[in-house]
């Protein structure tokens, strides 16, 4: 009865209006994105409070993120008028499954105050088994084996559900075992990981059926948001809690979008849509077609994008919002990413002068490297930024540890830094030394490492610690001898080599070691921009003390992965090159499912925007620390010409679009968008591309051989270290 509608009601089409009013009974809203599903669930739960089908506390609903959760709680909040009291099971996966487990500790061998151990702590408890079990923890290091317990986890194994074949990858056979011994080691510690919190409470429910029953009338209604992206754990957790008993209803409404599946690299199994109508039989499945948030320039792109993809459930999307006036998409090209970077500054700064806001605009990356040239050149140009989803570049942790190292060779006094790096990576210079060194400098009122220049030349240490504060005092006393006669970028490469810093995440098996070594390298790139490593540690200083304030008006940048349920009035797409986006680890796993992971997360990008959508590809761009000449992304060739504009050359630099470039030949003959390839700017660029020698750098005899740019003769080339 439309006209009585209550408010909330209001406005939503009538298959929103269907997925908000369906209370009872499965629910799988499959929907492009833009298309309301998130509203969708924040309508329903006001919809489930408004009409006194649950208290707060009787819902449970998953978000992909904390900040997602509290938006969620504030728009609940305004739909159905006032602040909404207590929402306790409203979070992400893991914030829910702590809640749980921290009430029923005693089920799973453990006390609620057990604590929750990080990656680090993980990996060194690891490593203290490897070594008990008489194992080599160089042949077998504890990250690797930790990677491997990950997997396991977001499977939903426990030891003894692992096959002979996967364990036996690992230690000799030992694999299942170590497992095994470092399950009981966190009993013993009071302790669990990041997947025992999914992992021990689906135990749990297993083991006793009776408190799931409790859990079963307790949830009255279970939501998820971002559900592609579940892993196989989080589902069988979802399943414990909303398969029930004849008797109670399966009050469970997930709502998601195959074509933003975007975490597969982290166990995240996008089948589970399609098991949803099989586990929950007579699941109403209902479908959004209208997408409210974009342009039809932008969704066509966008459509036209990720139909390139084969492994799809298919949708349509449409949108009423078309105006004459609206902007094509607009593909451009740069010389460099210094010069893309100006250039999107530019551009908002326009944008701004236009009267529109920082708070609507983003830049979304491929990979966290790519922020640093637009953090530099926005604290440049005084424009607020911050970053979504994870630490500013300079925040970082590798980078962190790499200035410390730049700073005690500018600043020998710096204590701070030298406390930072003393032990990193390992030298055997535990607590009780640098206690000791501290205590020393205090006393006698010098810097740390004049203490420890002094110490060694005592009997006050033991051999071991001598020697390797030895070490680290002549390298010191080393780099600080190179800093006036050699290239400062030269000198943080060697530093970084020669400190074994680099070597140190080169060993590192984890997930994010690869990332951090290519911010490594942007690090030493960035510096190029400075006449010496002091002025470089000045303008960092500068950076680090640009404001991050939530209020302020300000650019986001974010990574791609974190942009996801999120929307801005301007998006900014950086990097569309081949080897970045799609990047390079997911074209060398081969196969189909690498790439097209990498489609999805383009059409993820491309749906961001509301209004306007830039793309960026640059022709020259510093990859694992070498200049590589570049080719455009292949997604470029996916976008179809009605919906696309590619902008006159906004390079002001070398006469870029002289050199039968991309941009030339494409908008000169006005051809559609694929079979481009064929031109000789393509050809030229791609025989370049053959010679390139990847990753040379960070090799301590490694002689770096460092691409400038490239003539119409080929390219030139310049080394760096002599
Ligand atoms: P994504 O797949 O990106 O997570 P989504 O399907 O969750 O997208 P929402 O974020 O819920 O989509 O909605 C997209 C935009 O459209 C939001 O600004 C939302 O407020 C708006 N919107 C959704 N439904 C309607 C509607 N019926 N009327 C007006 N605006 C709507
Ligand atoms: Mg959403």
């Known amino acids: 009865d439309q006209h009585r509608a209550p408010d909330y009601l209001a406005g939503l089409n009538p298959e929103q209006?269907?997925?908000?009013?369906?209370?009872?009974?499965?629910?799988?809203?499959?929907?492009?994105?833009?298309?309301?599903?998130?509203?969708?669930?924040?309508?329903?739960?006001?919809?489930?409070?408004?009409?006194?089908?649950?208290?707060?506390?009787?819902?449970?609903?998953?978000?992909?993120?904390?900040?997602?959760?509290?938006?969620?709680?504030?728009?609940?909040?305004?739909?159905?008028?006032?602040?909404?009291?207590?929402?306790?099971?409203?979070?992400?996966?893991?914030?829910?499954?702590?809640?749980?487990?921290?009430?029923?500790?005693?089920?799973?061998?453990?006390?609620?105050?057990?604590?929750?151990?990080?990656?680090?702590?993980?990996?060194?408890?690891?490593?203290?088994l490897i070594q008990a079990e008489g194992l080599d923890d160089k042949r077998w290091p504890a990250k690797q084996f930790a990677g491997m317990v990950d997997t396991w986890k977001n499977k939903g194994l426990t030891p003894p559900d692992i096959a002979e074949g996967d364990a036996r990858a690992f230690a000799n056979?030992?694999?299942?075992?170590?497992?095994?011994?470092?399950?009981?080691?966190?009993?013993?510690?009071?302790?669990?990981d990041f997947g025992d919190l999914l992992l021990h409470p689906i135990a749990i429910f297993r083991k006793n059926p009776d408190l799931l029953k409790e859990y079963h009338g307790k949830f009255r209604y279970i939501l998820v948001d971002e559900y592609q992206d579940t892993n196989t754990a989080q589902y069988m957790w979802l399943r414990l809690l909303a398969q029930r008993p004849k008797d109670i209803p399966q009050n469970v409404c997930c709502v998601g979008d195959d074509d933003q599946s975007i975490y597969g690299w982290r166990g995240a199994e996008v089948d589970n849509i399609l098991r949803f109508e099989k586990d929950f039989p007579g699941a109403k499945v209902i479908k959004l077609e209208r997408n409210y948030r974009s342009t039809e320039h932008i969704l066509g792109a966008a459509g036209h994008l990720i139909a390139h993809n084969e492994g799809r459930l298919g949708k349509t999307l449409f949108t009423d919002r078309s105006d004459p006036d609206d902007e094509k998409v607009v593909v451009h090209a740069?010389?460099?990413?210094?010069?893309?970077?100006?250039?999107?500054?530019?551009?908002?700064?326009?944008?701004?002068?236009?009267?529109?806001?920082l708070n609507d605009m983003a830049i979304l990356v491929r990979a966290s490297?790519?922020?640093?040239?637009?953090?530099?050149?926005?604290v440049t140009l005084g424009l607020n930024y911050r970053v979504i989803g994870g630490p500013r570049f300079y925040e970082r942790l590798e980078i962190r540890d790499a200035m410390a190292y730049f700073r005690m060779v500018c600043q020998p006094s710096d204590d701070l830094a030298f406390e930072r790096i003393i032990n990193t990576p390992k030298r055997g210079l535990g607590d009780t030394t640098v206690r000791y060194l501290h205590d020393y400098a205090r006393?006698?009122?010098?810097?740390?490492?004049?203490?420890?220049?002094?110490?060694?030349?005592?009997?006050?240490?033991?051999p071991k610690a001598r020697k390797a504060l030895f070490d680290v005092v002549t390298d010191f006393r080393r780099w600080q001898g190179l800093l006036e006669n050699m290239a400062h970028t030269t000198l943080a490469e060697q530093i970084l080599d020669e400190s074994g810093y680099t070597?140190?995440?080169?060993?590192?098996?984890?997930?994010?070691a690869p990332g951090r070594l290519e911010n490594l390298k942007e690090l030493v790139r960035s510096m190029e921009a400075f006449e010496s490593m002091r002025?470089?540690?000045?303008?960092?200083?500068?950076?680090?003390?640009?404001?991050?304030?939530?209020?302020?008006?300000?650019v986001s940048i974010m990574t791609l992965h974190s942009a996801k349920g999120l929307e801005f009035d301007t998006v900014f797409l950086p990097g569309w090159e081949e080897g970045l986006f799609p990047h390079q680890r997911a074209l060398d796993e081969g196969g189909r499912s690498g790439l097209e992971e990498e489609r999805r997360l383009a059409y993820v990008g491309l749906t961001r925007a509301k209004h306007r959508c830039h793309i960026w590809f640059v022709s020259n761009r510093r990859i694992h620390g070498l200049w590589q000449s570049t080719m455009p992304s292949r997604f470029l060739d996916e976008l179809p010409a009605?919906?696309?504009?590619?902008?006159?050359?906004?390079?002001?630099?070398?006469?870029?679009?002289?050199?039968?470039?991309?941009?030339?030949?494409?908008?000169?003959?006005?051809?559609?968008?694929?079979?481009?390839?064929?031109?000789?700017?393509?050809?030229?660029?791609?025989?370049?591309?053959?010679?390139?020698?990847?990753?040379?750098?960070?090799?301590?005899?490694?002689?770096?051989?460092?691409?400038?740019?490239?003539?119409?003769?080929?390219?030139?080339?310049?080394?760096?270290?002599?």
């Not at 702590?98 to 029923?104: S, T």
């Not at 250039?343 to 806001?357: F, P, T």
């Not at 030949?665 to 010679?691: I, L, M, V």
Request: hydrophobic share 35%.
């Open 642 to 722: 009605a919906h696309v504009d590619v902008a006159a050359s906004d390079s002001n630099y070398g006469g870029y679009g002289g050199r039968g470039g991309y941009g030339q030949s494409r908008f000169d003959k006005a051809e559609p968008f694929a079979n481009n390839y064929s031109t000789p700017g393509w050809k030229r660029a791609q025989a370049n591309k053959t010679d390139a020698t990847r990753d040379n750098w960070g090799t301590r005899s490694g002689h770096a051989v460092e691409r400038i740019g490239y003539g119409e003769s080929g390219p030139r080339t310049r080394t760096i270290d002599g």
């Open 334 to 357: 740069a010389w460099d990413s210094e010069e893309e970077a100006r250039a999107v500054g530019e551009e908002i700064e326009n944008l701004q002068r236009g009267k529109h806001k």
């Open 443 to 462: 006393a006698r009122d010098i810097p740390m490492l004049q203490a420890a220049a002094d110490l060694i030349e005592t009997d006050e240490m033991k």
């Open 17 to 128: 209006r269907l997925a908000v009013e369906t209370l009872n009974g499965p629910v799988l809203v499959l929907a492009g994105a833009g298309t309301g599903k998130t509203r969708v669930l924040t309508t329903r739960i006001a919809h489930i409070l408004a009409t006194g089908s649950a208290y707060p506390s009787q819902i449970l609903a998953v978000t992909f993120t904390n900040k997602a959760a509290r938006e969620m709680k504030e728009r609940v909040g305004v739909l159905v008028g006032g602040a909404v009291e207590g929402m306790p099971w409203m979070g992400t996966f893991h914030s829910i499954g702590v809640k749980l487990l921290r009430r029923h500790a005693e089920l799973a061998g453990l006390r609620s105050d057990f604590t929750i151990l990080d990656t680090d702590d993980v990996v060194r408890l690891i490593k203290q």
């Open 535 to 554: 002025g470089f540690l000045e303008h960092v200083s500068l950076v680090m003390d640009a404001e991050n304030n939530e209020n302020l008006d300000a």
């Open 503 to 512: 070597a140190m995440w080169q060993n590192d098996k984890s997930a994010e």
């Open 173 to 192: 056979g030992k694999g299942r075992e170590l497992y095994a011994a470092y399950q009981a080691r966190l009993r013993t510690l009071n302790a669990c």
């Open 369 to 378: 490297f790519q922020m640093r040239e637009f953090e530099d050149r926005f």
